[in-house]
């Protein structure tokens, strides 16, 4: 009858636990190498579905020059740039490898994210960026 209690009450406390990490799963990396230095992201990966985020300061009236080269074997990669009051500054949705430099003027001074966001993709993305 010991044994008994105490293997319901560890089988208890593993499925609580295993719910508990289920909920927090709102991301999936599968394969996913990535380097992350300061204005530098690399990554490639089989799958990747979820969101990644950074984020930098600027003054009101520079630009940001982001650089990216995406390659999209499947699904749908986004990348943004949310201004400080989280309003949607610059966008791009990306269904298919591409390269390309953008210029993001900053309108106010505060603390920007830069927004990756995967959609059951494969594939890799280099990303540089730039303040002026």
């Known amino acids: 009858?010991?044994?008994?209690?105490?293997?319901?009450?560890?089988?208890?406390?593993?499925?609580?636990?295993?719910?508990?990490?289920?909920?927090?799963?709102?991301?999936?990396?599968?394969?996913?190498?990535?380097?992350?230095?300061?204005?530098?992201?690399?990554?490639n990966y089989t799958t990747f579905s979820g969101t990644k985020t950074d984020t930098f300061r600027?003054?009101?009236?520079?630009?940001?020059?982001?650089?990216?080269?995406?390659?999209?074997?499947?699904?749908?990669?986004?990348?943004?740039?949310?201004n400080p009051d989280g309003e949607v500054d610059w966008t791009v949705s990306l269904e298919d490898d591409d390269v390309d430099t953008v210029q993001v003027p900053l309108e106010q001074e505060g603390r920007y994210t830069l927004r990756i966001r995967g959609e059951s993709t494969g594939g890799g993305w280099d990303l540089t960026w730039e303040i002026q």
Do not use: P, R
């Open 58 to 82: 600027a003054d009101a009236g520079q630009t940001l020059v982001v650089e990216y080269d995406v390659v999209v074997e499947e699904g749908m990669l986004d990348i943004q740039v949310e």
């Open 1 to 43: 009858m010991k044994y008994t209690k105490k293997a319901l009450f560890v089988t208890l406390i593993l499925l609580v636990a295993g719910l508990v990490i289920g909920c927090k799963a709102d991301s999936v990396e599968v394969g996913m190498v990535e380097t992350h230095l300061g204005d530098e992201w690399h990554a």
